[in-house]
């Protein structure tokens, strides 16, 4: 039973390019979350998504990034135009049910460096 | 609102001796607390959860929470600790109020346990 993959591992982006990072949930689960953790600190939460739904995006920066879970692949964190303040590890969580019981389970990271 | 405060960055203890990670929250209904452990350049681990009924939680390699309703906290303890317990620890929280998605979680403590 494969975990919640993340693709890619590591990426770079020159600032005014755009970076994807991708989120396949564990197999079974809906749900998806998004977290930001800058260095030295802790993990921020930024999205909440459900297939096709955003059900929560009150931790999003409000311009330049976007997030979806289409009904079928990956879900996908969109950074347009990104700028050094971007350079981050993004963590996907996924969970199998909405609620606040249930553990959130967390892929490797995707680490991005802006130059 | 909610919130998690870990009021150590550091906790240094030598294999064998018992550890103490601390965590205090804040929240407007009732707690969902949450204990992860992140290594260097890994995803989170989840280690363990209250959620209700007894105190005493027991997670994953050797370690238990309390949660204490009156001091509002949740201390992360093992009886006896390994070298490789060394990592980083993070404690969150959801209130039963807020969206079911939305985590918060402290900044961190780093525990190093030498031989």
């Known amino acids: 039973n494969a975990g919640v993959m993340q693709n890619p591992r590591h990426l770079v982006r020159r600032r005014g390019q755009e970076a994807r990072l991708r989120c396949s949930p564990m197999k079974g689960h809906s749900h998806v979350y998004w977290y930001r953790q800058l260095p030295e600190e802790g993990l921020k939460f930024m999205v909440y998504l459900q297939k096709e739904n955003i059900i929560d995006e009150s931790g999003m920066p409000k311009e330049r990034f976007s997030a979806e879970f289409p009904k079928e692949g990956p879900s996908i964190l969109r950074i347009q135009q990104v700028v050094r303040g971007d350079s981050a590890a993004y963590f996907c969580a996924s969970s199998s049910v909405a609620s606040s019981t249930d553990t959130q389970y967390f892929g490797p990271g995707t680490r991005l460096t802006v130059l | 609102a909610q919130s998690v405060a870990q009021p150590e960055d550091q906790v240094n203890v030598a294999e064998g001796n018992p550890l103490t990670v601390k965590c205090t929250y804040s929240v407007s209904g009732n707690p969902y607390l949450f204990w992860y452990v992140q290594y260097p350049n890994r995803g989170l681990q989840f280690l363990l959860k ?59 403590t780093t525990l190093t346990v030498k031989p």
């Open chain 2, 50 to 108: 209250y959620i209700t009924g007894d105190n005493l939680v027991k997670g994953s390699y050797g370690f238990e929470a309390e949660f204490n309703k009156s001091q509002t906290s949740f201390h992360l303890k093992k009886p006896s600790a390994l070298v490789s317990d060394s990592a980083l620890y993070f404690c969150a929280v959801r209130d039963t109020r807020a969206n079911a998605g939305k985590s918060t979680f402290g900044d961190g």
